[in-house]
């Protein structure tokens, strides 16, 4: 059974892109003529810094600063770790990423990107997908084509998360759809649906690639911590895996971040190289151990 899931993050799109979020933050102030009234620092958390961004400007609705990034990040070029990822046509990619590099600009230019979610959903995305080949691609925090559902600020991170939740504890409640049972109880009886990615984090085994996954990805905490508590409790119920990959030399600098993820049952896979050999290594591992 094809059993691996690549949760890939921005990290593949670094390697060969000048741009980067600083200059994504750049670009917004300056579109919200915000340039002296926002000061840019890492000490203060992305999605705050978006909200601050958004909440100061006085002349743009939310929806066109969304387009704006869309654009913005719909300039990152491919490259051949992308080409890679493709050619290994695993059963499912899970990505935070917004644009459409990992099924190929060509598709995208051709408009053939579709939404085949279950739920047509224009803000969230709990069902968000399409399909290169047959290879399921989960924009998670959103897509270029459908700016609305880029996840930047605090307030979406939250609604994502309240959505997340309803999924996976409370159960769905969709108009002109059938109501559905909850993940955790649905686990109980073996009744899998594989209609959302959350499915994919109880039922096969996860890779994290290229994601920092710091600790502003509330969401992907939160799904990671409650995988881990219903483990605990039900044990013989969730039996997959998941892998966090990192270059060895980010080891010391994510001591406490490493600590964490131990602590959520998740299992850290270390490397040696960097850049195109780190990547190219890692997907080869992955790919191999389907």
């Known amino acids: 059974m094809k059993n691996s899931v690549l949760l890939i993050g921005n990290g593949i799109n670094n390697i060969n892109n000048k741009e980067n979020w600083a200059d994504l933050l750049k670009s917004m102030t300056k579109t919200c003529k915000v340039e002296n009234k926002v000061e840019i620092n890492n000490d203060k958390p ?5 909200e601050e961004i958004y909440l100061k400007s006085t002349h743009i609705s939310e929806l066109i600063l969304k387009k704006h990034i869309a654009r913005e990040v719909q300039n990152i070029e491919e490259n051949e ?46 069902f968000r997908h399409n399909k290169i080949n ?21 307030e979406h991170y939250g609604g994502q998360l309240q959505q997340m939740r309803n999924y996976v504890v409370s159960g769905t409640h969709y108009k002109k759809k059938q109501n559905q ?27 994290i690639v290229g994601l920092a996954l710091n600790f502003v990805e509330s969401d992907i905490w939160w799904l990671l911590t409650y ?21 060895q030399k980010h080891c010391p ?3 406490n971040k490493i600590e964490l993820l131990k602590a959520v049952d998740v299992n850290i896979i270390k490397n040696e190289k960097e850049g195109i050999p ?13």
């Open 46 to 50: 992305f999605p705050l810094l978006y």
């Open 81 to 126: 770790i992308h080409e890679l990822i493709r050619e290994k046509r695993f059963k499912d990619i899970i990505t935070t990423n917004y644009e459409y590099t990992l099924q190929g600009k060509s598709l995208t230019l051709e408009n053939n990107i579709k939404n085949l979610g279950r739920i047509k959903e224009t803000k969230y995305s709990i």
């Open 134 to 154: 047959d290879t399921r691609v989960w924009h998670i925090h959103g897509e270029c084509k459908v700016p609305d559902s880029i996840t930047l600020g605090y």
């Open 181 to 207: 049972n909850s993940l955790s109880s649905r686990l109980k009886s073996n009744e899998i649906f594989s209609e959302s990615w959350l499915e994919l984090f109880f039922t096969r085994n996860i890779h």
């Open 227 to 247: 995988r881990a508590r219903l483990k605990k409790i039900r044990e013989n119920k969730i039996s997959n895996k998941i892998f966090y990959y990192i270059p």
């Open 253 to 255: 600098t994510s001591k």
């Open 278 to 290: 780190y990547y190219t290594e890692v997907i080869d591992n992955i790919h191999q151990k389907r």
